[in-house]
């Protein structure tokens, strides 16, 4: 039981990559769009694209939260004990960006409009990276049980090129969908702009995952090892192969397949992540079997996970397939003028 829900966990964090990634993706480009009226129609664009979806995105972190704390309680005190301070300044970041984006819109002054939106990218950049640099923190193995909060925790080489791989990540994610969203808001303008993002991000993260390889061989051993043997490596040659594929897609101008292909390479290389791990939660200090909570609270924590996943995951999978076949678009007022079907009686 402990090595399922560590995979159900392992699976909920691939997911909340990929879903919230590509929205602090839409936070990095627009923080990088330029002036108020350089950046105008991408960042219309994001408003448009990010509205329906941004806030659901979170119920991965909460469902995140949930199984560290509930199934791994030793691993939820050891992460947290060891570095509260990048993962407190990732939760102000999320609400952070969260009230950044919801004000800056009903805004009239220009002011704050600027203000709010700079709140919402800033934010957007800085969460993914601190998020990544506690996952570097535990990769690295600096977090063991009774370490108490320190910088080398998380500022070590292995954190910072997970903090900036996340960011890199999250804005190749960002630039993909918001490529897609550009055809469909029809805004052919767009589509080139953010499809060259797109290829440039994604030559930058593989250069990123070079990197990481090379720094892991000497500050995080047992990770490297992972995941150049074994099913870690085939994990990472899936990553590259959909890396290619999404590059190969993005310069044809396909559809919406650049979409699945570069979701599957960050699901890939997080999957690659957990199992180059194997066996441990924390390398090389907290094995799954360790780290597990007692076998009757893994039952009903297995049961709940299911029936959540029967309940919640069918409207999630709907919301997303409405969002992006473009059926949450907001009311226009062409919309909300009505046509009488008949003449008032009246007069």
């Known amino acids: 039981m402990p090595a399922v829900i560590a995979v159900v966990l392992l699976l909920a964090v691939a997911a909340y990559a990929c879903a919230g990634g590509t929205d602090y993706g839409a936070g990095f480009w627009d923080l990088t769009a330029g002036g108020a009226e350089r950046g105008k129609r991408p960042r219309w664009l994001i408003d448009h694209a ?5 806030e659901v995105n979170n119920v991965w972190l909460v469902f995140i939260f949930v199984l560290m ?10 992460v947290f004990s060891a570095m509260w ?23 009239r002054r220009i002011a704050g409009r600027r203000l709010y939106g700079a709140v919402f990218a800033i934010s957007s950049l800085l969460t993914p990276f601190f ?6 923190g535990i990769a690295s193995g600096r977090a063991v ?5 320190s910088a080398h925790a998380w500022s070590n080489p292995t954190s910072i090129l997970f903090g900036l791989i996340a960011i890199v990540s999250t804005a190749f ?5 918001l490529a897609g969203d550009a055809v469909r808001f029809g805004a052919p303008d767009l589509v080139g702009y953010f499809r060259w993002r797109a290829l440039g991000s994604l030559v930058a993260l593989a250069v990123l995952a070079a990197i990481m390889l090379t720094v892991t061989r000497s500050d995080a051993p047992h990770v490297w090892h992972g995941l150049t043997h074994g099913v870690g490596l085939g994990l990472v040659i899936l990553a590259g192969v959909c890396s290619l594929a999404t590059g190969w897609l993005l310069l044809r101008r396909s559809g919406a397949w650049p979409r699945i292909t570069a979701v599957g390479v960050v699901a890939a290389a997080v999957l690659a992540w957990g199992a180059a791990q194997r066996p441990y939660l924390i390398p090389t200090s907290l ?6 909570a007692a076998a009757s609270s893994l039952r009903w924590l297995g049961l709940v996970t299911l029936v959540a996943a029967l309940v919640v995951g069918p409207a999630l999978a709907l919301l997303y397939w409405l969002d992006t076949h473009g059926e949450l678009e907001p009311l226009s007022d062409a919309d909300l003028r009505t046509e009488p079907d008949h003449e008032d009686p009246t007069g």
């Open 85 to 107: 301070l990048p993962l407190a300044l990732a939760a102000i970041g999320l609400v952070l960006r969260g009230a950044g984006f919801a004000l800056r819109k009903p805004l």
């Open 173 to 177: 994610l960002g630039a993909v969908f």
């Open 131 to 136: 998020l990544g640099a506690a996952v570097g």
């Open 50 to 54: 990010m509205a329906p979806v941004w």
């Open 145 to 149: 049980p009774g370490t108490e909060a």
């Open 287 to 292: 094995t799954v079997a360790d780290g597990a």
């Open 69 to 78: 704390w509930t199934g791994f309680p030793v691993f939820f005190q050891t």
